[in-house]
């Protein structure tokens, strides 16, 4: 499959995108089905406010019972003979309490029945009393007379001795009205649902102490309770919106989409990942042989590639490569063979020289020839340049033409040139070096028609397994020029290595 990184950057987006749609689409139907939920936790919520609200009302009733009940202690209200003041302190003090019907300062141990007042102190109200100085744990508010035109609650508060606080005096008594919380649920809205204040009896009765709200929600599912906190009480709230559970359906397709949407999003990673991968891997295979073939001068017909950019790339670098392959033959062509006299160059002939004198230090041993054109610099000056030329030419010519193919002739520098004989003895080579002297012309013609003298003198070494190095070969060979030209030139001298 041809492929670009536009087309796998459209593909990672398609499916992100799909991803999304299914994600969207899961999240209408959770949120479609959540939202009777959401109300019904509203509902609920509403249920906790009132609770508190309840037990808030209770706590100021019975704080301020536990006020009067200090300030009794303080005043002495139930010493025997204050019976008087007592009356006086209930009197003062139940005006400035709403919603309390009656406000009774008791001693310790009374168990007089009451039953002329609103609302009636009766055996329950002092069964109440009765539990609390022996011990037990009381309510803080609990429901007396229920069914009854005197039906009201109770909040008490011990009254202690000031000198020692764990003895009892007596009780302070606040009888509530039961409006001062059926206000509370009252205030519920018809949409909000339905609440009762109930409170169970030791026989596990449930009294209503209060409720509000649409009572024909009574008969739906089964309520929402909460428990007051320090009574007996427990809240029974019916919301208006029925319990809700998400169907089987909804979490189906809920869960689908969800599971469709991480596939999706992990295919838009995985899969451009995996095809980048093995193209990368690929097209960086075939750009290393690509550089490779480059250097090594060897293109071949086609590259693979699997991404397009990379092919275009690809293309464009071997345009270029083509050209610079092109221009170093060109070069190497040029650097080496001598531009004027066709033969190889110094440098070609420098690295043929080390190689040989590499393979003479293995044992197989090689000649050099150095030789120079004698008065050239006169034969310049006296008929120009273009005279000099043509001699170093015609010599060079000669030279390649008396010689062996497997011979290396290279021209060094001015009129001196230089002969490689390759894995042979000086013995072999003298007597060639004086039949090269016999067969090469002695005249040449500068371009006047009238032809000139000219010599040459030559020097002759062994590379053998002693020598250092290439250098060494070549200075050897240079002193032996030397001595020749010391001699009067046109001639050729022998010098051997070292022992």
């Known amino acids: 499959m041809?492929?670009?990184?536009?087309?796998?950057?459209?593909?990672?987006?398609?499916?992100?995108?799909?991803?999304?749609?299914?994600a969207a689409g899961g999240a209408y139907v959770l949120v479609s089905s959540l939202?009777?939920?959401?109300?019904?936790?509203?509902?609920?919520?509403?249920?906790?406010?009132?609770?508190?609200?309840?037990?808030?009302?209770?706590?100021?009733?019975?704080?301020?019972?536990?006020?009067?009940?200090?300030?009794?202690?303080?005043i002495g209200a139930l010493n025997d003979n204050k019976a008087v003041e007592r009356g006086a302190f209930a009197g003062q003090f139940a005006l400035t309490l709403p919603q309390v019907l009656k406000l009774r300062l008791l001693p310790v141990g009374a168990r007089d029945i009451d039953?002329?007042?609103?609302?009636?102190?009766?055996?329950?109200?002092?069964?109440?009393?009765?539990?609390?100085?022996?011990?037990?744990?009381?309510?803080?508010?609990?429901?007396?007379?229920?069914?009854?035109?005197?039906?009201?609650?109770d909040v008490s508060a011990p009254v202690t001795d000031p000198a020692d606080r764990k003895q009892v005096l007596g009780h302070v008594l606040l009888s509530l009205d039961p409006a001062a919380l059926r206000a509370v649920l009252t205030a519920l809205k018809p949409g909000d649902g339905y609440a009762e204040l109930r409170q169970v009896t030791p026989q596990g009765e449930a009294l209503v102490v209060a409720s509000g709200g649409d009572a024909s929600l009574k008969t739906g599912d089964a309520p929402v309770t909460q428990n007051i906190a320090g009574t007996n009480w427990r809240l029974a709230y019916w919301p208006a919106v029925a319990s809700w559970s998400p169907s089987t359906m909804e979490l189906t397709l809920s869960g689908v989409a969800a599971l469709l949407a991480l596939v999706l999003l992990g295919l838009s990673v995985a899969l451009p990942q995996r095809w980048l991968t093995r193209a990368l891997r690929q097209d960086g295979e075939s750009f290393s042989t690509l550089?490779?073939?480059?250097?090594?001068?060897?293109?071949?017909?086609?590259?693979?590639?699997?991404?397009?950019?990379?092919?275009?790339?690809?293309?464009?670098?071997?345009?270029?490569?083509?050209?610079?392959?092109?221009?170093?033959?060109?070069?190497?062509?040029?650097?080496?063979?001598?531009?004027?006299?066709?033969?190889?160059?110094?440098?070609?002939?420098?690295?043929?020289?080390?190689?040989?004198?590499?393979?003479?230090?293995?044992?197989?041993?090689?000649?050099?020839?150095?030789?120079?054109?004698?008065?050239?610099?006169?034969?310049?000056?006296?008929?120009?340049?273009?005279?000099?030329?043509?001699?170093?030419?015609?010599?060079?010519?000669?030279?390649?033409?008396?010689?062996?193919?497997?011979?290396?002739?290279?021209?060094?520098?001015?009129?001196?040139?230089?002969?490689?004989?390759?894995?042979?003895?000086?013995?072999?080579?003298?007597?060639?070096?004086?039949?090269?002297?016999?067969?090469?012309?002695?005249?040449?013609?500068?371009?006047?028609?009238?032809?000139?003298?000219?010599?040459?003198s030559a020097g002759l070494t062994l590379m053998a397994q002693a020598d250092n190095g290439a250098a060494t070969v070549l200075a050897r060979a240079d002193m032996a020029l030397k001595q020749a030209r010391v001699e009067g030139g046109n001639c050729t001298i022998t010098q051997m290595p070292p022992a």
């Not at 492929?3 to 995108?17: C, G, H, P, W």
């Not at 002939?349 to 040989?356: A, M, V």
């Open 35 to 74: 939202e009777s939920g959401a109300q019904q936790q509203r509902a609920e919520g509403g249920a906790r406010l009132l609770q508190a609200q309840i037990e808030a009302q209770i706590a100021r009733y019975k704080d301020s019972a536990r006020r009067l009940a200090a300030h009794a202690a303080e």
């Open 115 to 153: 039953a002329s007042s609103v609302p009636e102190l009766s055996d329950v109200c002092l069964d109440l009393l009765d539990r609390s100085e022996k011990g037990q744990t009381i309510p803080d508010a609990e429901l007396h007379l229920a069914t009854t035109p005197s039906a009201h609650i």
């Open 291 to 456: 550089f490779s073939d480059i250097r090594t001068g060897m293109l071949t017909g086609e590259y693979p590639f699997r991404l397009q950019e990379f092919g275009e790339l690809a293309r464009q670098l071997r345009r270029s490569g083509e050209e610079m392959i092109q221009d170093r033959r060109s070069l190497e062509k040029k650097t080496q063979s001598d531009s004027l006299t066709g033969l190889a160059s110094r440098p070609a002939f420098d690295n043929k020289l080390e190689q040989l004198h590499q393979q003479a230090r293995g044992g197989l041993t090689s000649v050099l020839m150095v030789a120079d054109i004698d008065h050239l610099e006169e034969i310049n000056t006296q008929l120009g340049p273009d005279a000099g030329d043509t001699l170093l030419k015609q010599f060079a010519r000669q030279l390649r033409e008396a010689l062996r193919q497997s011979d290396v002739v290279a021209r060094l520098d001015k009129g001196r040139f230089a002969v490689l004989f390759p894995f042979t003895d000086l013995e072999k080579i003298e007597p060639i070096a004086e039949r090269l002297r016999a067969r090469l012309a002695e005249e040449f013609d500068p371009g006047s028609g009238m032809p000139r003298a000219f010599s040459w």
């Open 2 to 22: 041809a492929l670009s990184i536009q087309r796998i950057a459209s593909t990672s987006a398609t499916l992100v995108l799909l991803a999304v749609l299914c």
